[in-house]
């Protein structure tokens, strides 16, 4: 599966992103999808998953701040991001896989920048 982010940039800290990730085809053949961020000489950190349409997962640090879905017709997944904080800076990846446990082993995106700054 192809996918394409978008949406990245720079933002003050409090301010808001919407991150979008294209599909190359029919996003309703994807059973789970998800964002992941990485900051360079860090572990790459599970961000947010949505598994048929709903929401399954967040991490602590994007808990009522971010907020996972997905578009059917546009074939697209966002992540919405609020209330930014510099901590939130980093590479954000959207993947496709069959499964959450699995998603790392599926298909990637490039990559969009997030910068946050304070």
């Known amino acids: 599966v192809r996918l394409v982010e978008s949406g990245g940039g720079l933002v003050q800290a409090g301010g808001s992103l919407r991150l979008s990730c294209a599909t190359a085809g029919s996003i309703l053949s994807i059973p789970v999808m998800g964002w992941y961020r990485q900051v360079p000489g860090k572990e790459r950190e599970m961000v947010a998953v949505?598994?048929?349409?709903?929401?399954?997962y967040y991490a602590d640090s994007a808990k009522g701040r971010f907020t996972i879905s997905r578009d059917n017709n546009k074939n697209t997944m966002d992540l919405q991001m609020n209330s930014l904080k510099p901590e939130d800076t980093a590479m954000y990846y959207c993947?496709?896989?069959?499964?959450?446990?699995?998603?790392?082993?599926?298909?990637w995106g490039q990559g969009t920048q997030v910068t946050v700054s304070s």
């Open positions: 949505i598994s048929s349409g709903e929401p399954t």
């Open positions: 993947a496709a896989g069959l499964s959450m446990d699995t998603l790392a082993l599926g298909s």
